[in-house]
């Protein structure tokens, strides 16, 4: 059976550049456009990169920030200063 | 099992036979007759006899069905709290063991609801 | 781009603003200070194992608050400013924020009160600050959606009075029933109820989908209360999902305790979301999932991978999973058939789905809709015609613990009510499942005592002996303006004359003559 992370955002203008991002850093990422949301989800691992997000939006961002526009989440969450990780382990 | 609890824990059901003002619920539910989304639930007195109880309370709840008008009492199957009933019509809730929160599953035969629908 | 190196990294910033402020009691004992931590019979070894994944502290937690909050209220008072209710797809649509409202803007107020106390019972500091920062989460909830729908407060029926409705309104102590249910247990079952049951695994159907559908149907405000909540609830999984891996890391024989508590919540909350199911599928009339779709992708699929994930601990998926699964395709339309007949008792208005609504209906459920659900709203259509618009006029069986009518069918025959009873202790008691039966079964001394609004009313303590009387003097309901069909209601004609679309014929059997109760 699959086993998929996922991360839904609301589908604002901060949402374009994580979602950028994460599509760059997870290519087995799947994107789905929904009325006022975007949902993106993976086989076991979905993994968003600091050093990556502010490359596209272009100032500093902290990794916290993704709080104000996230709307759900499933997988195991790991967290530091330089990613946001979700996965399933077994 | 007893509930898990900081310290003694007893209640008391909020729905003794003793709460109604010598009435008694009774619930009804008709098979194969689904636009009653559930069994009914009735306020009846326990003196009440089988017959009145179906031409005073039971026919009007049921009146708006299509099959209403069809169905034949005398030859409906009636099952009590999971058993098979026969009811004495003449005799009361009670002496038919009609008691307190009873559910009685009515059965008309050859009626099945809407176009067969059992709504 | 370079990174500034930050003054403290984001695990040591946690340290100190959370678990370095906790400290050793000295002249308490810690079973004193926290006497509610035992009693469930879940073991606690070691409370410095606790993982905190979101490290979220209080500086950071207020900044990123308070810019969710400009940002909300700046559309809402947008939306009032340009008459956004208009906008809507539908004045239809209104009926669910009315059941959101008094069903379960109610229930983040009782989150907001349970995180409170069972943060108090912690003696993890970690688990403390988790929980009140939920506790917070939870009340600006219900302050922000009451906030919201005040604007349509002000244009449709229905909305005043919802904490009253809450109390007292028949199908609403079903939501009202949960909740006291979990705030009653102790503080462990309490987070496995609310925090892991309904946050974790099941919360996603009402936000996800629910106001995605609401941004679908033109309703700015809604959406994005709905999601400005929802992203606090990123967090309220992340506590979820790590209670329950704490609890099982620390003692084996947390595992049976917290797999019964995962049985029951489970089911409770699947009976309490067959209302936001029927929200919907019957209730949007822009539709974006149906029930069924949004159960295959987020109980199905995100809950087989949870419980996957939880197998190394000793948990198996919820024992009646499988019944629910069968049931994602026949409770949406079992609940609205239930509305559709006792709307005199509801605060909301109901309807006849449109034959274009029917057939998406038709085609989202193939194997059921046509089959057992269309008969019924193609006779009520044509009683409707007539001049004799449906409804029941008796009162209906509850279940002793969802308190849901026994509404539902049995999972292997959807013409026959699901229907269990027992007796105890020389009492009937009824359930509308295996799973409501089991649960009274653990610990029937809880649920003897439930408070049914159809037996309340018989045993009249509910104001009055017939319904109407009831409705008006004891829910605080106008009948015919509040309650009944839609079509033909005030709403209805104040929505034509808004939009402009001419006074309508006035359909049959639709006036407030209706022989409702």
Known sequence: MKQLAFIVFQDNDNARYLVDAITEDNPHAEVQHMPAMIRIQAEKRLEIRRATVEAKIGREWDVQEMLIDVVSIGGNVAEDDDSFVLEWKN | MTVNAISEYSATPRDLQANFNGMQLLYVYWEKHLIFCSPFAFLVAPTMTFSEFIDQILKDAIKAHPDSASVDFSAAVWTLNGERLTPDHAASLEANGVDHKSLLRLNTPGLSGIQGSCC | MTTQKKKLSLKDK??????????????????????????????????????????????????????????????????????????????????????????????????????????????????????????????????????????????????????????????????????????????????????????????????????????????????????????????????????????????????????????????????????????????????????????????????????????????????????????????THQIWSTFYQYSQATNFHTWIPSDQEQQWLAEKYPDTFDQYYRPRFDHWQQQHAKGERFYNHTLPMLCQVCQVPPLFTEPDDPTMLSHRQIMHEGERYHFCSDGCLDIFQFEPEKYVQAWLPVHQIYQGNCEGSDVQTVVEKYYHLKTGVDNLEYVGSPEYLRWLAWKKLGTPQAPAGADSKLDAA
Request: glycine share 6%; net charge negative.
């Open chain 3, 14 to 331: 946690y340290q100190y603003l959370t678990r370095d402020m906790a400290w050793e009691p000295s002249y308490q004992k810690k079973a004193d200070i926290f006497p509610d931590e035992d009693f469930e019979g879940i073991k606690i070894v070691d409370w410095d194992k606790w993982e905190d994944p979101f490290r979220l502290t209080m500086d950071a937690y207020w900044k990123y608050q308070a810019e969710k909050e400009k940002k909300l209220y700046a559309i809402f008072d947008a939306f009032a400013q340009n008459n956004g209710h208009q906008n809507i797809s539908d004045a239809r649509y209104v009926n669910a924020l009315k059941l959101f409202l008094s069903g379960v803007s109610p229930l983040e107020y009782g989150a907001f009160q349970g995180y409170s106390r069972a943060g108090r019972q912690f003696s993890g500091a970690g688990a403390r600050v988790a929980c009140q920062m939920q506790a917070i989460d939870e009340l600006r909830h219900v302050q922000t959606q009451i906030h919201a729908m005040s604007h349509y407060n002000k244009h449709f029926n229905g909305l005043h009075d919802f904490g009253h409705m809450h109390d007292r309104v028949w199908f609403l102590s079903v939501p009202k029933s949960f909740f006291d249910d979990a705030r009653s247990a102790g503080p462990f079952e309490f987070l496995t109820a609310i925090s892991f049951s309904f946050e974790y695994v099941l919360t996603n159907l009402l936000f996800v989908p629910f106001m995605s559908g609401a941004a679908y149907n033109g309703d700015m405000a809604t959406v994005t209360f709905g999601f400005s909540a929802q992203s606090d609830e990123a967090r309220h999984m992340t506590l979820g999902l790590e209670v329950i891996k704490f609890m099982l890391e620390q003692h084996e024989d947390n595992v049976p305790i917290i797999q019964r508590w995962i049985d029951k919540w489970f089911w409770r909350g699947y009976r309490l979301l067959s209302l936001v199911g029927m929200m919907m599928d019957y209730m949007l009339p822009n539709k974006v999932m149906s029930w069924a779709e949004a159960w295959e992708v987020y109980y199905e699929q995100s809950g087989g991978a949870l419980f996957k994930d939880l197998e190394r601990y000793g948990i198996r998926p919820p024992k009646y999973q499988e019944q629910a699964n069968i049931g994602k395709e026949h409770i």
